[in-house]
């Protein structure tokens, strides 16, 4: 199995369209991280994990599920990398493989040391505009694959059949 752990605000922090987005739409610019590694988990079929810190908010560690993907807010006075640390440490085993996608030079070397990889936030950008474009392809090879109907029809005539579908008539 494989494994992505993500240094949620590293990786906003890195991100062109995620940067851009945290300066008035902070909220949205996690969503939209979380979002895309939701793709990233259907289309890859790895687990994906998102660490987001949360060591100077008072509290205990909060985790839930969107999509598919976990998202880990740290607890008090613990700071995503030493969470991400901790993961790759737990999570390691002969069948599974960790990957840590953060641009943290010194993160980087702590989870090499843990027989992590480490995926730069420049190369996850590149994975995902890259399976982003396969979706898009598949997408367009369904859509022009999809039987059409034998009968030519006006555009009226396919409203007016829609409407009755929905028993709009």
């Known amino acids: ?7 949620g605000y590293n990786i906003i922090g890195a991100w062109p369209e995620l940067r851009g987005l945290k300066k008035d739409h902070f909220q949205q610019a996690r969503d ?65 493989q960790i990957h840590v996608a953060t641009s943290d030079y010194t993160e980087q070397w702590a989870i090499f040391g843990q027989g992590a990889l480490r995926k730069s936030a420049r190369e996850l950008l590149a994975e995902m505009e890259a399976i982003e474009k396969g979706i898009t392809k598949k997408l367009k090879r369904m859509e022009n694959e999809r039987p059409s109907s034998k009968i030519s029809l006006s555009d009226d005539v396919i409203k007016t059949f829609e409407k009755w579908r929905r028993g709009d008539l």
């Open 32 to 96: 939209l991280l979380i979002q895309k590694m939701a793709e990233y988990q259907a289309y890859t079929k790895y687990r994906v994990i998102i660490v987001f810190d949360a060591h100077l908010a008072k509290g205990m560690e909060k985790k839930h599920k969107n999509y598919r993907v976990e998202v880990i807010f740290t607890k008090e006075n613990e700071t995503a990398d030493e969470r991400i640390e901790k993961l790759a440490s737990e999570l390691n085993d002969i069948r599974t």
């Open 1 to 7: 199995m494989n494994i992505l752990l993500v240094d």
